[in-house]
T-cell receptor
Framework: AQRVTQPEKLLSVFKGAPVELKCNYSYSGSPELFWYVQYSRQRLQLLLRHISRESIKGFTADLNKGETSFHLKKPFAQEEDSAMYYCALSSIGNQFYFGTGTSLTVIP | EPEVTQTPSHQVTQMGQEVILRCVPISNHLYFYWYRQILGQKVEFLVSFYNNEISEKSEIFDDQFSVERPDGSNFTLKIRSTKLEDSAMYFC?????????????????FGNGTRLTVT
């Protein structure tokens, strides 16, 4: 069965500090991994996807198939990064499975 | 940029009543979804819809739930007889043309959600 695990429910970092939001997955095939972000009172938005291999708002995430991880990283956190972050896995047929989310707070 | 829109933003209903949550997906999208998020919990898949029929549904999506695309633009979720535990945020999402098995899936585009409160 597909499963996405985000072990940290809450994460607080100081502004300018590095941040890493952890995501591990289990899936028997070749998944596609995404990070979605939900700012206060806003909709879930796509932040990045592993096939793009791009940096969005300073965030990057590398798919590590050996460790079945897709951790989200940013070298210098900003206050505007405070939000809820969801890791998601997409399987064949465009089905998406979400983790429980990590609430990131960046302390000024 | 086109968006998925949902109405109403907040719906309060009494237990046992029927509710219809409405969504207008992005116009050229072909896959439609409903997810829900109970307060403090994760986003849970309810149902996906393609080519005018349900393509997959979760265990949550029992006989009390139904979906419909009545007019080519709206996508609705109906709960026939609401229960207290149906109180949640309900998100509609849509995605682009289905990818081939050899390529990758299109990302979901979410609406702002409808907060359903059952009293």
């Amino acid at each position: 069965a597909q499963r996405v695990t985000q072990p940290e429910k809450l994460l607080s970092v100081f502004k300018g500090a590095p941040v890493e939001l952890k995501c591990n997955y289990s899936y028997s095939g070749s998944p596609e991994l995404f990070w979605y972000v939900q700012y206060s009172r806003q909709r879930l938005q796509l932040l990045l996807r592993h096939i793009s291999r791009e940096s969005i708002k300073g965030f990057t995430a590398d798919l590590n198939k050996g460790e079945t991880s897709f951790h989200l990283k940013k070298p210098f956190a900003q206050e505007e990064d405070s939000a809820m972050y969801y890791c998601a896995l997409s399987s064949i047929g465009n089905q998406f499975y979400f983790g429980t989310g990590t609430s990131l707070t960046v302390i000024p | 940029e086109p968006e998925v829109t949902q109405t109403p933003s907040h719906q309060v209903t009494q237990m046992g009543q029927e509710v219809i949550l409405r969504c207008v997906p992005i116009s050229n999208h072909l896959y439609f979804y409903w997810y829900r998020q109970i307060l403090g919990q994760k986003v849970e898949f309810l149902v996906s819809f393609y080519n005018n029929e349900i393509s997959e549904k979760s265990e949550i999506f029992d006989d009390q739930f139904s979906v419909e695309r009545p007019d080519g633009s709206n996508f609705t979720l109906k709960i026939r007889s609401t229960k207290l535990e149906d109180s949640a945020m309900y998100f509609c999402a849509s995605s682009d043309v289905r990818a081939d098995r050899s390529s990758y899936n299109s990302p979901l585009h979410f609406g702002n959600g409808t907060r359903l409160t059952v009293t």
